[in-house]
Structure formats: C-alpha cells, structure tokens
C-alpha cells in the first residue's frame, strides 16, 4: 500500500527535509513542511538569527547567506543543508498553510507535534480521514537529523510494509522504539 507521508519540523530546513531527502530517494511520497511562525537559521552570532519567511525560495537563501558569509556558512554546514534543499524542493512550507491530507505526518520535535496536533483539531474533521502523526524526538543539528532521518525512513518502509496501517501501527511503533532507544516516540490518531 503507497501511504503519503510528511515530514514535519520547526523551519523546514534541517529535521524535515533531511527525513524527506531520505523518503523521497527510498521511492515514497512524501512532502515536508514546518510549524514555526517563521523560518530561522543559525547566524553569525547566537542572539542574532538569520529569519526568512515561509516561500523563500532555498536558493535565495542560499546566495544570501554565501554573500553575507561564504566561509562561516560553509564551515557550519548551512551551505551544504540549503543546497540539499533547494534541490528537493524550491521553498520551505508552512504546515498550517497547506491544503494537502496525509497518512502518516511524522515531526522531530514534540511542540511539532503540538502544533500539527493543534491544527489538525481546528480545520476539523471534513474529510473523515484518519491520519496518524507521530513524533520522532531529534536534537536539531545535522549529525542527529542524519541518525533520525535514516531511523524514520525505517520506520515509514516498516508502515508500508503493513498489510492494514492502522490496525498494525501500536506494534510496529513498539519494534521501532525498541530498535531505536534514543529516538522518543509519541502517536496520536486525528482525522482531515
């Protein structure tokens, strides 16, 4: 059975589109998205942020942050993850702006999970569709994205696996967690 899954993290940047890389190269459908207000990068210094609105596109960023900085940027790692990117997708996307429905929403950070929980609850129950989000707890850095990008790609090729998703999820969200300690987990049922 082909599921259609999303990736979900604060800024679409790290988390998410490291997981859709690894789904969209695997053969799923997936899309990604994030939940912040706006999207945030790291910058020169810790108290001052590199901001974006969700929609700019990943090359944009990308030659704004290489004109500001080439050589902090590319020692960081923001210039090697905004090209990734920009050929996965052309902008960052805001979760509560799109209009798509999902079988599987799974987000990297728990206030993710909140906000994606969150809104599912206020568009309401139209469609009558379930759709299962799950948490995966990643530390937001590249290394970390990495381990849990590949962790949830085991997880969605274990889910597609799966003669009937929603009957099967509780146990093979158990051999999942089992199989990877340090990636908390938490699933909750909403409905598009």
């Not at 459908?29 to 700019?56: E, H, M, Q, W």
Request: glycine share 6%; charged share 25%.
């Amino acid at each position: 059975m082909k599921l259609l899954f999303a990736t979900v993290c604060a800024s679409n940047q790290n988390r998410s589109m490291d997981a859709h890389d690894k789904l969209y190269k695997a053969g799923f459908n997936v899309c990604s998205y994030g939940t912040g207000s706006a999207v945030r990068l790291p910058g020169p210094a810790a108290d001052r942020p590199n901001i974006y609105k969700f929609g700019t596109p990943y090359n944009q960023i990308y030659e704004e942050l290489a004109a500001q900085d080439k050589k902090l940027y590319t020692a960081n790692g923001l210039l090697s993850m905004l090209d990734r990117n920009r050929n996965i997708k052309e902008a960052p996307e805001r979760w509560q702006e799109h209009k798509s429905t999902f079988d599987v929403v799974i987000t990297c950070e728990e206030r993710c999970f909140d906000a994606v929980c969150d809104d599912l609850i206020n568009r309401g129950e139209n469609l009558n569709r379930p759709v299962h989000v799950i948490n995966v707890d990643i530390t937001d850095n590249r290394e970390e994205a990495d381990v849990g990008g590949k962790g949830i790609l085991e997880l969605a090729t274990a889910l597609e696996a799966c003669t009937d998703p929603d009957g099967e999820i509780q146990e093979v969200l158990a051999r999942w967690q089992e199989a990877h300690p340090r990636l908390p987990v938490l699933h909750a049922v909403h409905y598009f």
